[in-house]
């Protein structure tokens, strides 16, 4: 079964419009890491966010991790098409950092 | 910095054929490097981990014959799908962990495997 689970699945949204994608475990979370992907392409380091309650930005992309640190939510505001694409949250729960497993995955994409 | 090379991006072979897929790290030394898997509009799926000297660690479910994985030197790790077949088709990334920064893990560009 998954353990991480992503929610929505996919979105579509209006450009300028503001969405959130959400990233939810049921064991606690020792590192969420949160990358975009374009279909066919690697992945694009976001955030890494480790502690309870904490919360990162850079450009117009917002992260944080929940107090129990068992979620994480994506906020992107006044979207634009280069935000067009695959989110995952990927999460290290050892907490040895030995692996990273992903979530679902949310497809985004932006309407001009 | 931090710098994941993954070749090639794409291959196409015929079935019964071995492909290697090759993941440098450029600027950093990886003592351990991961090996995904990724199906159409589907999220990435850890096949094993990549560990410099020893053996590689394989996720259940994940045929350590059919995926060999060598990590000879501490910037190279190199995933090998032996007598491939149509289903072996799919989207490989590599991965390493990255000690300084904030980075965490960095990923190569991927590779698109056709085995026709």
């Known amino acids: 079964s998954q353990e991480l689970e992503q929610s929505p699945q996919s979105l579509i949204v209006q450009e300028g419009k503001n969405l959130t994608i959400n990233c939810t475990s049921s064991?606690?979370?020792?590192?969420l890491y949160w990358y975009k992907q374009k279909y066919g392409e690697g992945l694009i380091f976001l955030m890494m966010?480790?502690?309870?309650?904490e919360e990162k930005s850079h450009e117009k992309i917002t992260a944080k991790l929940d107090e129990k640190k068992q979620q994480s939510s994506l906020h992107i505001t006044a979207s634009q098409p280069s935000h067009a694409g695959i989110y995952l949250c990927?999460?290290?729960?050892?907490?040895?950092?030995?692996?990273?497993?992903f979530g679902t995955g949310t497809r985004l994409q932006v309407t001009l | 910095g931090a710098v994941v090379s993954q070749h090639p991006s794409r291959v196409i072979c015929k079935s019964g054929t071995s492909v290697k897929i090759e993941c440098r790290s450029l600027?950093?030394?990886?003592?351990?490097m991961f090996w995904y898997r990724q199906f159409p509009k589907k999220s990435l799926m850890l096949m094993a981990t990549?560990?410099?000297?020893?053996?590689?660690?394989?996720e259940q479910g994940v045929e350590k014959d059919k995926f060999l994985i060598n990590h000879a030197s501490l910037t190279l790790s190199t995933l090998t799908v032996t007598s491939a077949h149509p289903e072996d088709s799919s989207f490989y990334i590599c991965?390493?962990?990255?000690?300084?920064?904030?980075?965490?893990?960095?990923f190569g560009s991927g590779t698109r495997l056709t085995v026709v």
């Open positions: 991965s390493a962990r990255v000690s300084q920064g904030n980075y965490g893990y960095t």
């Open positions: 064991k606690t979370l020792y590192g």
């Open positions: 966010l480790q502690k309870g309650g």
């Open positions: 990927g999460a290290d729960r050892t907490g040895t950092a030995s692996k990273l497993t």
């Open positions: 600027d950093f030394q990886a003592t351990t």
């Open positions: 990549s560990n410099e000297g020893s053996k590689a660690t394989y």
